[in-house]
């Protein structure tokens, strides 16, 4: 009889957990396109598959559970969402998923699975409201886009802090980096980003760890860079105890200097992807914990 109970006991523990695993929406072994995960040294992401030599892709996300890869490609003058879905243990091919008149790129699933958020912009059409737009989970699809305000590629933390590039009126980008945060049923103005982030450069593309306490941004600053060459790089910083981010480091000196833009954490934390040479890249995130260690 005791046997039994045990037996009871071991068996509803395993369907608590198992349910709690189901429900975290989080893929511990995610498929990534059965790439060789790379070390320290940035390889291009699926090359052939996701990175071409044909067009120009930019921005990457998957979703929390890692079945759907969303990312930008530059076809024609113009930029789209493309996506691809695992389904029966391989990928699909990726197909166009969000296009307008304009461009729609950088896309971002939230934390939660619930939203996807991505920069729409027209600047041929004054009346159009370019910045930040979402849509929403509608069963296995997305709802109509919907406009959520001026600014251009957002990152969260696991409590829905949004971190984004800021906007100037006229729809082009102010140099600076924001964040809202969701209060009384809905998200803030613009907070006041405290410490070694935004400077007289220029700031833009943040990623923001799911804790908060890790932050890689591109920055046209010439400072730790050993030239006066202004193009944008990662840069990456640390929040302190006092909620205030530290002196941002480079870099250019791990990844090697070159143009690079849309930084992005992959869900199971591993990997670093971003954009360099109209293809994107894919690092461990061991050079995180290298950095730690000298800063």
Not at 11 to 16: F, K, N, P, T
Not at 38 to 54: C, H, N, R, T, W
Not at 220 to 236: C, P
């Amino acid at each position: 009889m005791r046997k039994l109970c045990l037996l009871q006991n071991y068996i509803l523990i395993c369907s608590i957990l198992l349910v709690i695993v189901s429900c975290s929406g989080k893929e511990e072994n995610i498929n990534y396109f059965d790439q060789v995960p790379p070390g320290e040294i940035p390889q291009v992401f699926a090359p052939g598959i996701i990175s071409s030599d044909l067009y120009q892709e930019n921005g990457c996300t998957f979703s929390p559970d890692g079945k759907e890869f969303y990312f930008s490609r530059s076809v024609d003058k113009n930029i789209n969402i493309y996506a691809s879905f695992f389904n029966k243990g391989k990928w699909t091919k990726p197909q166009l998923k969000f296009s307008s008149p304009g461009n729609d790129f950088e896309p971002y699933v939230s934390p939660d699975n619930t939203r996807l958020y991505y920069t729409r912009s027209n600047h041929s059409d004054s009346t159009f409201n370019s910045g930040i737009w979402y849509v929403e989970r509608n069963g296995k699809d997305w709802t109509e886009p919907v406009f959520f305000r001026k600014g251009m590629y957002v990152s969260s933390t696991s409590e829905g802090v949004l971190y984004y590039s800021g906007m100037l009126p006229n729809g082009w980008i102010s140099g600076d980096i924001e964040k809202t945060e969701f209060k009384e049923g809905g998200y803030s103005e613009a907070i006041e980003i405290k410490g070694d982030i935004n400077s007289t450069a220029y700031e833009l593309h943040p990623c923001i760890s799911p804790d908060g306490t890790t932050l890689i941004f591109v920055s046209r600053r010439t400072q730790d860079r050993g030239s006066n060459d202004n193009f944008n790089d990662l840069y990456i910083s640390f929040k302190d105890s006092n909620g205030v981010w530290g002196k941002s480091f480079y870099l250019g000196g791990l990844l090697g200097k070159s143009f690079k833009m849309s930084p992005y954490f992959s869900p199971d934390g591993k990997y670093l992807f971003y954009t360099s040479n109209n293809d994107i890249y894919w690092v461990s995130t061991e050079i995180i914990d290298k950095i730690k260690q000298i800063i």
